[in-house]
C-alpha cells in the first residue's frame, strides 16, 4: 500500500495536473449586406387624344400605390416615386372613353396615354368593326389582335394550283410593304424577304404569301400569318392592302368604297386607306394585342409569345357579310 501511495505522488510529482482544453475561437458574427437604398425617380408626360394627339386638361390618374394626379391645363401630369414595380392605371377624363393599362414605375421617364374622343371626332363604330369585328357580329365584339414586332415575309414564286411562275413578285414585295406600313400607322415595317418556290407554312415570324387561283384570303392579325392571292396582275394593289389589312389585325368594315368594306373598283393606282382607316389604324396600332371594350388593356402578367401554330381566324374573301 505504500508503495502504491509513492508511486501516485510520484507520478504528479512529474507531470502535474492536467489543464483543461482551450475553448474553440469565436468567429465574430457577420452582418448580411444591406439592400441598396431605394433610388428616387420622377416620370412625366402627356394626356393626348387620339388620333389627334391633343392634350387633354383635368384628366384623373389612378395608379395603384399612389395619391390620384390630375393633368394640367396643357395635358401634363408627374409622378414621383421609389417602387419600380408594375401598376395598373385607371384615366378617367370629360369627353373621353375611360382607358385602363398598366406601366413599370420609374423604368421609364417620359410616358404618354392617348385617349379616345366620344365627341364624334373619332370613328368609334369604324374602330369597333375593324378591330373587334363587330361587322360580323356586333353583340360578340373581340379583343383587338395585331402584330408586335416587325413581319418577315416569305413569297412563293410558283402558283400552288398549277405550278406556272408567278408574275410581277417586285411589284408584290412593294405594295406588302407599302400596306404594312400603312396598316400600322407607321410603327412596323417589313423586315427579313424571302423569295423562292419553298412553301412556308405557318413559319413563326413570318406572313407567308400564297398564290392559287382557287380562292383569296388571310388568316387574321395571326403570328405566324398567311395570306394567299388569286391573282398576280399589276392591278392588284386593292386586294393587296386589303389582305395585309387582315394579316396586320384588321376586320371587314360596313364603309363602302373603304379598303375594308369593299365596293372599291380595282385599279392599277396605289391603293390608300381612307381618313377614318387610318384613324382606326392609328388607335389600333396604339394599343396591345388584347385590349377589350371600352378600352382595357390585358393585365402585365399577360405575355404575348411567338406561337408555334397560328391562332389565326381565316377571313375568306366572298363569304356572306351582314
Same mark, same amino acid.
Given at each position: 500500500?505504500l508503495?502504491?501511495?509513492?508511486?501516485?505522488?510520484?507520478? &504528479?510529482?512529474?507531470?502535474?495536473?492536467?489543464?483543461?482544453?482551450?475553448?474553440?475561437?469565436?468567429?465574430?458574427?457577420?452582418?448580411?449586406?444591406?439592400?441598396?437604398?431605394?433610388?428616387?425617380?420622377?416620370?412625366?408626360?402627356?394626356?393626348?387624344?387620339?388620333?389627334a394627339?391633343?392634350?387633354?386638361?383635368?384628366?384623373?390618374?389612378?395608379?395603384?400605390?399612389?395619391?390620384?394626379?390630375?393633368? !394640367?391645363?396643357?395635358?401634363?401630369?408627374?409622378?414621383?416615386?421609389? !417602387?419600380?414595380?408594375?401598376?395598373?392605371?385607371?384615366?378617367?377624363?370629360?369627353g373621353?372613353?375611360?382607358?385602363?393599362?398598366?406601366?413599370?414605375?420609374?423604368?421609364?421617364?417620359?410616358?404618354?396615354?392617348?385617349?379616345?374622343?366620344?365627341?364624334?371626332?373619332?370613328?368609334?363604330?369604324?374602330?369597333?368593326?375593324?378591330?373587334?369585328?363587330?361587322? &360580323?357580329?356586333?353583340?360578340?365584339?373581340?379583343?383587338?389582335?395585331?402584330?408586335?414586332?416587325?413581319?418577315?415575309?416569305?413569297?412563293?414564286?410558283?402558283?400552288?394550283?398549277?405550278?406556272?411562275?408567278?408574275?410581277?413578285?417586285?411589284?408584290?414585295?412593294?405594295?406588302?410593304?407599302?400596306?404594312? +406600313?400603312?396598316?400600322?400607322?407607321?410603327?412596323?415595317?417589313?423586315?427579313?424577304?424571302?423569295?423562292?418556290?419553298?412553301?412556308?407554312?405557318?413559319?413563326?415570324?413570318? $406572313?407567308?404569301?400564297?398564290?392559287?387561283?382557287?380562292?383569296?384570303? +388571310?388568316?387574321?392579325?395571326?403570328?405566324?400569318?398567311?395570306?394567299?392571292?388569286?391573282?398576280?396582275?399589276?392591278?392588284?394593289?386593292?386586294?393587296?392592302?386589303?389582305?395585309?389589312?387582315?394579316?396586320?389585325?384588321?376586320?371587314?368594315?360596313g364603309?363602302?368604297?373603304?379598303?375594308?368594306?369593299?365596293?372599291?373598283?380595282? +385599279?392599277?393606282?396605289?391603293?390608300?386607306?381612307?381618313?377614318?382607316?387610318?384613324? /382606326?389604324?392609328?388607335?389600333?396600332?396604339s394599343?396591345?394585342?388584347?385590349? /377589350?371594350?371600352?378600352?382595357?388593356?390585358?393585365?402585365?402578367s399577360?405575355?404575348?409569345?411567338?406561337?408555334?401554330t397560328?391562332?389565326?381566324?381565316? $377571313?375568306? &374573301?366572298?363569304?356572306a357579310?351582314?
Amino acid at each position: 500500500m505504500l508503495l502504491a501511495l509513492l508511486l501516485t505522488a510520484c507520478s &504528479e510529482g512529474n507531470n502535474g495536473p492536467v489543464a483543461p482544453s482551450a475553448p474553440p475561437p469565436v468567429t465574430p458574427a457577420v452582418e448580411p449586406p444591406k439592400p441598396p437604398a431605394p433610388r428616387g425617380w420622377t416620370m412625366s408626360g402627356t394626356i393626348v387624344a387620339a388620333p389627334a394627339n391633343q392634350p387633354v386638361p383635368g384628366a384623373t390618374l389612378l395608379i395603384d400605390g399612389f395619391a390620384p394626379i390630375t393633368s !394640367d391645363a396643357l395635358g401634363n401630369y408627374s409622378l414621383t416615386g421609389e !417602387d419600380v414595380s408594375v401598376h395598373r392605371v385607371a384615366i378617367a377624363a370629360n369627353g373621353h372613353l375611360a382607358r385602363e393599362t398598366s406601366l413599370r414605375a420609374g423604368s421609364t421617364r417620359d410616358v404618354n396615354f392617348d385617349l379616345i374622343p366620344t365627341n364624334g371626332s373619332f370613328p368609334m363604330t369604324l374602330f369597333r368593326q375593324m378591330g373587334r369585328n363587330t361587322w &360580323e357580329q356586333p353583340n360578340a365584339p373581340v379583343p383587338l389582335k395585331r402584330w408586335t414586332t416587325n413581319p418577315d415575309i416569305h413569297i412563293e414564286t410558283v402558283w400552288r394550283d398549277t405550278g406556272a411562275p408567278v408574275n410581277n413578285l417586285d411589284y408584290f414585295v412593294a405594295e406588302i410593304r407599302r400596306a404594312v +406600313s400603312l396598316w400600322s400607322d407607321q410603327k412596323l415595317s417589313v423586315g427579313n424577304v424571302v423569295i423562292d418556290a419553298t412553301r412556308y407554312d405557318l413559319v413563326p415570324g413570318y $406572313i407567308s404569301v400564297q398564290f392559287d387561283h382557287s380562292s383569296t384570303w +388571310s388568316l387574321l392579325g395571326a403570328n405566324p400569318g398567311m395570306v394567299r392571292f388569286g391573282g398576280d396582275s399589276l392591278c392588284n394593289s386593292t386586294a393587296i392592302v386589303h389582305e395585309i389589312g387582315h394579316a396586320m389585325g384588321f376586320w371587314h368594315n360596313g364603309l363602302r368604297g373603304s379598303v375594308m368594306g369593299g365596293g372599291i373598283v380595282a +385599279s392599277c393606282a396605289p391603293q390608300n386607306l381612307t381618313p377614318e382607316e387610318q384613324q /382606326v389604324a392609328h388607335v389600333l396600332y396604339s394599343r396591345p394585342p388584347g385590349n /377589350v371594350d371600352p378600352d382595357k388593356d390585358p393585365d402585365e402578367s399577360l405575355v404575348y409569345l411567338r406561337p408555334t401554330t397560328s391562332s389565326g381566324v381565316l $377571313i375568306e &374573301e366572298g363569304a356572306a357579310r351582314r
